[in-house]
């Protein structure tokens, strides 16, 4: 306030502490009252507007970025800077309260960047999470990183005008101890460097089925960040795993397998070696008018005709996918008889069409082993004692 008002207002009875106090708490007003009329004037009016015209673009980008909580945090910074600088009008520099205030408005501007620009870092995640050329990469940790390095700098910059200290000094006092800094941020550090190589090798992409039989993980990708994998395993629960371990340990990814538009069915039935035999002529011939049977030049056994004529089903099936492997083979006999093993691929990656196929085929195959003499082998159990006992 002017000096020269002061003897004036005196002498009407008001003393010099009163007008000083009656001055500060006019000038805080004036100063809360811009305040709240910038931010009214912004929000009300910068923000609609802003909305409707990237509202009637065709764009859908810019929607993203300008986004409401972008918009409130520029509006907010626009108004700090500008009452930061309007501060010498309402008050002498040589002040304590200036000071005093300088130093509020620096720290708030400093708060506000830093919310604007994580808010734009967060506009930049979805952006790309929906770009074909960077929606399969795990890019969340990186921006996950980026905002605690802002946010870590925003942190040094308010501590310093607390303080009254340059920055540069905190900055080279956290250099020296960059040791208990990297063991404070070892999992982010990690976490970042993880999601890089899984982005960069196309390891990993959020949807893909992967399953970790050390973390109990068997589902599907819901979320990369910068510490944690999150899947979800087929009964709903949720598995977190480390990303630095999906890179030093091996894990599972059926990408693949959805991406050829197959799956693998491998099964094999184990036939009574007792029941293995030269198929007789009249054999053959109820084989052939069922149509179980081609003509063969010698008497082939019925294991063979059975397994041939298994393997020309199969690939007969429609829902058995014909630009994949279809084989019918023997492995090693066992003391549980002979392994029959099926090897071929589904036309289809439904888990439900997927087993509804594998067990239609195994049924039928049950029910027709009897047709060429053959018989499935199973432990013997107490009905078979007893019918083995009658016979005697």
């Not at 940790?141 to 310093?160: E, N, Y």
Request: charged share 15%; with cysteine; glycine share 6%.
């Amino acid at each position: 306030m002017n000096d020269t008002y002061i003897p004036l207002l005196n002498r009407i009875g008001i003393e010099t502490e009163s007008i000083n106090a009656i001055h500060w708490i006019s000038v805080i007003l004036c100063i809360t009252l811009l305040f709240f009329a910038g931010s009214f004037i912004c929000k009300k009016i910068v923000i609609p507007i802003t909305n409707r015209i990237t509202r009637g673009t065709q764009a859908g980008w810019d929607d993203i970025i300008l986004n409401t909580t972008t918009l409130k945090n520029f509006c907010n910074l626009v108004v700090g800077i500008a009452l930061t600088a309007m501060l010498p009008v309402f008050m002498p520099k040589n002040s304590a309260l200036f000071e005093i205030a300088t130093k509020v408005c620096y720290i708030y501007n400093i708060i506000v960047f830093v919310g604007l620009c994580c808010s734009v870092l967060t506009s930049l995640y979805k952006i790309s999470s929906q770009a074909k050329k960077t929606k399969n990469h795990t890019l969340q940790g990186v921006f996950q990183m980026l905002k605690i390095i802002i946010i870590c700098i925003g942190v040094i910059f308010v501590t310093s005008i607390v303080i009254d200290k340059d920055p540069t000094r905190l900055l080279a006092g956290l250099g020296a101890s960059a040791a208990v800094l990297m063991l404070v941020f070892k999992d982010s550090i990690m976490g970042l460097v993880a999601g890089v190589q899984l982005s960069a090798n196309d390891m990993l992409r959020p949807g893909d089925w992967i399953t970790m039989e050390k973390y109990g993980a068997d589902g599907m990708v819901q979320e990369v960040s910068l510490t944690t994998v999150k899947v979800q395993n087929w009964d709903k629960t949720i598995t977190t795993v480390p990303p630095y371990a999906l890179v030093s340990e091996s894990f599972q990814n059926w990408r693949g397998m959805f991406d050829s538009g197959g799956r693998r069915i491998k099964r094999s039935i184990f036939i009574d070696m007792n029941s293995i035999a030269f198929c007789n002529d009249k054999q053959m011939k109820e084989l052939g008018d069922k149509g179980l049977c081609c003509s063969y030049d010698n008497r082939p056994v019925n294991l063979t005709v059975f397994r041939e004529w298994l393997e020309a089903w199969l690939k007969n099936n429609p829902k058995v996918n014909k630009n994949m492997i279809t084989m019918v083979r023997q492995l090693q006999p066992t003391a549980q008889g002979l392994p029959l093993e099926l090897y071929f691929f589904f036309n289809g990656t439904a888990w439900v069409d997927y087993e509804h196929l594998q067990s239609e085929v195994f049924e039928y195959i049950l029910a027709t082993l009897p047709e060429f003499g053959l018989k499935a082998f199973q432990s013997p159990t107490g009905n078979d004692v007893k019918q083995f006992v009658g016979n005697q």
